[in-house]
């Protein structure tokens, strides 16, 4: 298969770079793989039933397509084609020629190949007998490993490189699902590839004469894609939206039941094992044993301590989760999409990667796109999902077709940087709202409705309607807009806002629960859910989450979120909290499940809204719960909290002063104000003014009052004026010192 590799890579040392009046090539990856003209000027490398080229271990085939754009639309540019790498769900296989037209129309290149195990690499009964058995010895599916699957594909786009075909500049990668998670990884790796150590190497260019040079990912879109798979399929609730660093921490949480009973059936069929006579997601090996883990999964409780449950999960996050990736190096651009009601894979899932890249690297593009798509029991909307790919189009164009640099036409501006969201919207048949933009996550819910309850509630171990359950499980259940009676179940606990007064508000984030449980049983669990009553009395889901909550016999002050979602409570509806003993057949029910005893509940609903709307509902968030020993997301640093033009003027006892909020930040949440006075010749030392805190939005101007001090009120009745030195500071924003500013007094009255 690889006879001409070595005199290929030999001969592309001794000549240079294809021009752009270069014909499409009539092979790649060595002459593996054949290439074809098309009938629109296109060049399609692909083979019939497969075209597979050996990867970086020297023996596993892996089956790929490759295209180019045709030639007289898009000359190849001498440095090569930009180039799109397109990765298949779970259990799937590579991308088709029409599934590439979306990029090579817009003049890139694209790759895609069928990962170890899955389609023609290794994964059907006939690729193995084609194959032979000694080359797919390690053609078993890795579930997405970084130093096998993931390799894999920097490894051939490195051949791409070094046949001259493609920029090692401007190499991007975009994948949905399974396809998600590949591309998440490549973009925390950027310019690195993982051994099969685990150490780290630079992701070099393979062959031709750049052979060694180092290739660097140039931007990633991964749509629906998870960052710690551990987390994403036995959540424990432990992680939230307002700090920055989110492991998996805390207890061992409770399997997504219905999701993973049906990833594992219907990718575990297309599996090969290097085991003779092994079947359905068996193997020797501990690193890739999907029937050992799934076997221990379901025998449940009790998770903690066994040696087997934390393995798996370490293996889990080492290998084949992307935010446990190395992050000395800041990501490759990346624009990331989570749906709202996507049960396998929320909106968390990406918040936990983009809350730590904005605190580390302040100045990393990275975006976050939420709308109402993806896995069950997303909607995917057409008209929605076309918003999303027009914003993914124009990042493409910006990082990976102009590299970064200046735009030039028909490209368009720099991308949006921050979030963007559009509504969750009932029926099927609603337009959704928005979109909405704001600069970080933080911002885009400036307003909080809440509400709190003191009686002590318990949840019972039989507590609550199964068919329930089953109307909102995401497999079998009746999609997004399912609805159930809204009335209060028994052994449930219940707690509900007020009615949404006229307008309604919008929930815009991670719904949070703060309250004192009791929980003897050290192998109990807390499903919730956050429902929309009608005035029809029926409800619909809005959010969900499955929660391991800390054992104890005596109340416990815990906190723990829902899934963040974005979705409007109509006038005259109720947003409804449920506390259940589980959330089966979604979530697996717990082996030992007792009383838990629920008390001083408080209900924080992040929205959209300002404070003061929904006549007063909407007011302002209060501070964060931070449970033990966790860092909150700071402000971004951009931008200086100012004085804005004006004197300082001092009327009775207070002074007057305006100041500036930057539009860049968040908001200025608890900015401080020193003013000092510097005397006339003759006196010395300075005088404290005033100071004191104030709060403003992003980009408000607005007139601070502070009382004077004593000393200040005293020298000022005396005289007219003093030039006094202003120190303002936000949290997360430099101060301004040495801010020397005129003050004059104003008597009462004129």
Known sequence: ???????????????????????????????????????????????SPRSVTETWDGQTPVDVNFATPDPATFPMPSGGYPLVMMFHGYGGSKLSLSSMHRWLDQGYATYSQSDRGFGQSCGSQASR????????????????DTRYEVRDAQFLASE???????DPARIGATGGSYGGGKSMALAALKNRIMLPNGTYAPWTITGGPDNGQTITLAGALPEIPWTDLSYALVPSGGTFDYVTDNVYNGRVGVQKQSFVTGLYASGCAAFAFPDPGSTYCSTTDPDANLQAWKARLDQGEPYDGDPLVQSILNEIQQHHSSYYIDHSVAPAPLLI??????DLFPADESLRFYNRTHAQY??????LMYLDFGHPRGQNKPADVLKLADRENNWFKYYVMDG??????????????????????CPNSATSEGPYFAPSWNAIH?????????????????????SFGSTFDPIFGGGACAKVPGADQAGVPSYRMPVAPAGGYTLMGSPTVIADFTMPGASSEVAARLLDVGPDGMATL???????????????TQVFQLHPNGYRFAEGHVAKLELLPNDAPYGQASNDQQNVTVANLELRLPVLDEPGAAGGAVQAPLPHFYPGDVRPVPTPTKGRTRLAKGRLVAIGKFLSLRVTCPASVDSCAAARIRVRGVPRRGRRGRILVARGNFTAKAGQTRRVSLRLTGAAHRYLRTHRHLRTQVIVASPGTPGLAKGFRGLAVRRAGK
């Open 404 to 425: 970064g640099g200046p735009p030039t036409p028909p490209h368009g501006p720099t991308p949006f940087r921050g979030v963007e969201t559009i509504t969750e919207a």
């Open 160 to 166: 791409l490189v070094g046949e001259g075909l493609v």
């Open 446 to 466: 400036p307003g909080e409705v809440r509400m709190t309850s003191d009686a002590a509630q318990t949840i019972t171990p039989t507590g609550g309607d199964a």
């Open 129 to 144: 007998v084609a194959l032979g058995s000694v080359a797919c010895t390690n053609g078993y599916n890795h579930l997405q």
């Open 542 to 556: 809005v959010s969900r989450g499955l929660w391991r909550p800390q054992a104890s016999t005596r109340p416990v």
């Open 362 to 367: 302040p100045n990393a593009p990275i975006s």
């Open 337 to 342: 999409s989570n749906g709202w009601t996507d």
């Open 1 to 47: 298969m690889r006879t001409l590799l070595v005199l290929t890579a030999l001969i592309a040392g001794l000549v240079a770079a294809p021009s752009a009046s270069a014909a499409p090539p009539a092979s790649v990856f060595g002459g593996d793989v054949p290439c074809t003209v098309q009938g629109d000027g296109v060049d399609f490398c692909s083979a």
